[in-house]
């Protein structure tokens, strides 16, 4: 059965005159290349279905790749309600786009040259196919991330509950491979949409309490570099402080093993570079994701070495 939205969406375009494609493949990377091919102008753009732009954003886009920029994208808020937590996700988002250099792809832009350099979007991917482009394009030149953002619908995150992040993180750690190619592993977050629920926020006892745990997760998160400056004199064995301590860099290191994937990733695209500036951003990139994956593997070997030490003491009486 054809979606209602779906089709009052085509009938508006049609109204204004733009170009509506039939596809139903149901995978995002094929559709946006799809798109690509149809197109008959020298600048691209990839536009979420639920993302709003606006004139501002199109002409800063317009004005780099003037500039020599071969593409890019934009950063990207939410649009109405979302848990709290999601929504300083998104904003942390934002820092951290802007000093990598590096967007999503609710809304992102290239010059059509560099997009068919690249051959376009990669459609073994059901999930970040985006990523996989945007380091394609940053080996052709130069990609910018605007100041100028867009708006995005949260409606599938309304659903999802802070819980579900580290959850997230832990399925991509253990097998990326799999998160990456396999449209069931991303299914409920990219390509189911129970509409009737889309604006609802859930108000249950256990939404709360993952609210919590979503705040709590972000806290850490956002702290986490304060704990490289904080000398263990501070914060000594067997005290309050330090056993609190333990308990937050336990967490942290487990979750920085996530920089292992992000570092190779970044490494193997590093000597791919065509544009030197390009090269530096990603060199430091690299060198700080390897340092930070380091670190983390150094703290989880050191906290299951002492945990089985603690439990053989226990063990033997």
Same mark, same amino acid.
Request: aromatic letters at 14%; hydrophobic letters at 50%.
């Given at each position: ?212 745990? @979503? &705040?709590? *997760?972000?806290? /850490? ?7 490289? !400056?904080?000398?263990?004199? %501070?914060?000594? #064995? ?17 979750? @920085? &093993?996530? *920089?292992?994937? /992000? ?7 590093? !000597?791919?570079?065509?544009? %030197?500036?390009? #090269? ?38």
């Amino acid at each position: 059965m054809t979606d209602p939205a779906l089709s009052s969406t085509a009938e508006i375009a049609r109204q204004n005159k733009a170009t509506v494609l039939p596809v139903n493949n149901r995978q995002i990377s094929a559709t946006r290349n799809a798109g690509a091919r149809a197109a008959h102008g020298d600048r691209l753009f990839f536009v979420d279905a639920d993302t709003t732009i606006n004139p501002c954003a199109v002409a800063e886009a317009l004005r780099y790749m003037d500039k020599g920029a071969v593409g890019g994208g934009g950063p990207v808020l939410f649009e109405g309600k979302v848990p709290l937590p999601v929504q300083l996700f998104a904003y942390f988002g934002i820092v951290i786009a802007k000093l990598a250099g590096f967007t999503g792809g609710a809304f992102m832009f290239c010059t059509r040259e560099a997009f068919q350099a690249t051959g376009g979007f990669d459609e073994r991917l059901f999930w970040a196919e985006e990523g996989v482009f945007g380091l394609a394009l940053k080996r052709q030149g130069r990609f910018v991330v605007l100041w100028q953002p867009v708006l995005t619908s949260p409606r599938r995150l309304r659903s999802l509950s802070a819980a579900h992040l580290p959850a997230f993180i832990i399925r991509i750690i253990l097998s990326p491979r799999k998160m990456l190619t396999r449209r069931a592993s991303v299914e409920k977050i990219w390509y189911d949409s129970n509409r009737s629920g889309d604006n609802t926020i859930p108000n249950t006892l256990r939404a709360k309490v993952a609210g919590c745990v @979503g &705040l709590l *997760f972000f806290a /850490l998160l956002a702290t986490s570099p304060i704990w490289y !400056f904080v000398p263990w004199s %501070w914060t000594p #064995w067997g005290t309050l402080r330090g056993n609190l301590r333990f308990v937050i860099e336990t967490f942290l290191c487990h979750m @920085g &093993l996530i *920089f292992w994937p /992000l570092a190779i990733v970044v490494y193997v695209n590093l !000597f791919r570079r065509t544009h %030197w500036l390009e #090269w530096i951003k990603m060199a430091v990139i690299a060198a700080l994701c390897f340092k930070l994956a380091v670190d983390a593997t150094q703290g989880v070997l050191f906290s299951w070495i002492w945990a089985w030490y603690k439990l053989a003491q226990i063990y033997r009486g």
